[in-house]
């Protein structure tokens, strides 16, 4: 992490309406903004002219967790490019995930990460859809011992293997987890996120628009005249701070190559957030368009 996302870690969470909120790493105390982005879907097709200008206008409005993996086809690439052309390495905190479950394939599939993303270092690598309950981190912790990368975690947007994903949380106590969750996906409520909590592990929302679903179950309508009491003023802004209610959520990092569309989930991170009270009233709300 460079100077300048070193300085802002220190930083009080934001109040102020145009200010990003910023939440803690629970096993830091390091404060993350709580909007970032995820390269998951369409990054290799899109223009790398136009993919630059969505982690530029990432930084500009205050952001700085890019969210990927080795298996994102050129994700990582990409990303490593147009970092290093916008010499924006120091003010972004890059995460990024490996399929491999042992250390010495492990070791090559994150070497070639480090050469795809022009890095000597990460800021978090996390084990990708853990699917075995006695997965141990081990090796990654060694890889965070010898500075690879300063935080370790795993991922699963996977339902079925989630039991597995329970036990490893609660016996491996990673830093991060990051975890399928949208408005009309709640599963990861009734016990991962508490594991997360009781485990300290800082929480990731992979999939908050749940691949679109979200946008099509509210295609020609209005959003209502209530999300203005929590400060939203777009149906993506309803969505992701419906997630950021719940304060186990770290941050959100939805996906897109469109820097108007990373400006407007940005935005999600500013002003009030919804309660306990206005988060149920959201989730009964989306309930009843079905």
Same mark, same amino acid.
Not at 176 to 184: R, W
Not at 188 to 213: H, M, W
């Given at each position: ?16 309406? =145009?200010?990003? #909120? ?13 909007? /970032? ?26 952001? $700085? ?7 994102? /086809? /050129?994700?990582?690439? *990409?990303? /490593? ?12 905190? #890059? ?36 699917? =075995?309950?006695?997965? $141990? ?16 975690? *795993? ?13 490893? *949380? ?11 969750? $949208? #408005?009309?996906?709640?599963? #990861? ?75 407007? =989930? ?23 368009? $079905?």
């Amino acid at each position: 992490m460079g100077a300048g996302l070193a300085a802002a870690a220190i930083a009080p969470q934001a109040h102020a309406q =145009n200010a990003l #909120i910023k939440r803690p790493i629970p096993h830091s105390g390091e404060m993350l903004p709580v909007v /970032g982005l995820g390269t998951a879907n369409n990054f290799d097709d899109a223009d790398r002219e136009q993919t630059r200008k969505v982690f530029e206008a990432l930084v500009a409005g205050g952001g $700085s967790l890019i969210d990927t993996a080795s298996s994102y /086809g /050129g994700a990582e690439e *990409i990303i /490593g490019a147009a970092l290093a052309q916008g010499k924006l390495r120091d003010r972004v905190f #890059i995460a990024t995930k490996m399929r491999a479950d042992n250390a010495a394939a492990g070791k090559t599939e994150f070497d070639a990460s480090l050469r795809k993303l022009q890095v000597k270092q990460v800021d978090l690598m996390m084990l990708h859809n853990v699917r =075995n309950a006695e997965q $141990s981190l081990a090796y990654l912790r060694d890889w965070k011992a010898q500075k690879l990368t300063r935080y370790i975690g *795993i991922s699963s947007t996977f339902p079925r293997d989630f039991p597995a994903v329970e036990a490893v *949380i609660k016996r491996e106590k990673p830093d991060f987890v990051e975890l399928n969750y $949208s #408005i009309g996906d709640r599963e #990861i409520e009734a016990r991962l996120l508490p594991a997360c909590a009781d485990a300290g592990a800082a929480v990731l929302t992979a999939l908050p628009f749940g691949r679109n679903s979200a946008f099509r179950a509210v295609k020609g309508k209005e959003l209502p005249e209530w999300a203005k009491e929590f400060d939203a003023a777009t149906w993506g802004q309803f969505f992701l701070k419906f997630l950021l209610g719940h304060k186990t959520v770290t941050a959100v990092i939805p996906g897109t190559t469109k820097a108007e569309h990373m400006a407007d =989930n940005l935005a999600a991170g500013r002003g009030r957030l919804p309660d306990d009270a206005q988060c149920k009233k959201m989730a009964q709300f989306f309930d009843g368009l $079905s």
